[in-house]
Nanobody, 116 residues
Framework: QVQLVESGGGRVQPGGSLRLSCAVS????????MVWYRQAPGKQREWVAH???????NYADSVKGRFTISRDNAKNIHYLQMNNLKEEDTAVYYC??????????WGQGTQVTVSS
């Protein structure tokens, strides 16, 4: 059974940084795509970034240049480093396995609040 547990969320001021972690069990983080989504209040869940098994990454335009997705194969964790955070980055962040929205496993989410 695949399980994902996010951590690292919190409250920061605009311009600050956070690193989200997604601890994975039941599947190797380097054997499938690992994806981050986010959902802001009153909005639909949106794709943020992903890293595929080859290590290739891709980012939403809204976070490109500020966020970095990575993984630690030995620890079976993948990360989302978020720099220069903006108020519009406020959301619950979810990690999941696989690129298809309707397939794969999801974590429980971690809240990120960017506010002065």
């Amino acid at each position: 059974q695949v399980q994902l547990v996010e951590s690292g969320g919190g409250r920061v001021q605009p311009g600050g940084s956070l690193r989200l972690s997604c601890a994975v069990s039941g599947i190797g983080v380097n054997t499938t795509a690992m994806v981050w989504y986010r959902q802001a209040p009153g909005k639909q869940r949106e794709w943020v970034a992903h890293i595929i098994s080859s290590g290739r990454t891709n980012y939403a335009d809204s976070v490109k240049g500020r966020f970095t997705i990575s993984r630690d194969n030995a620890k079976n964790i993948h990360y989302l480093q978020m720099n220069n955070l903006k108020e519009e980055d406020t959301a619950v962040y979810y990690c999941k396995t696989g690129l298809l929205l309707t397939a794969g496993s999801w974590g429980q989410g971690t809240q990120v609040t960017v506010s002065s």
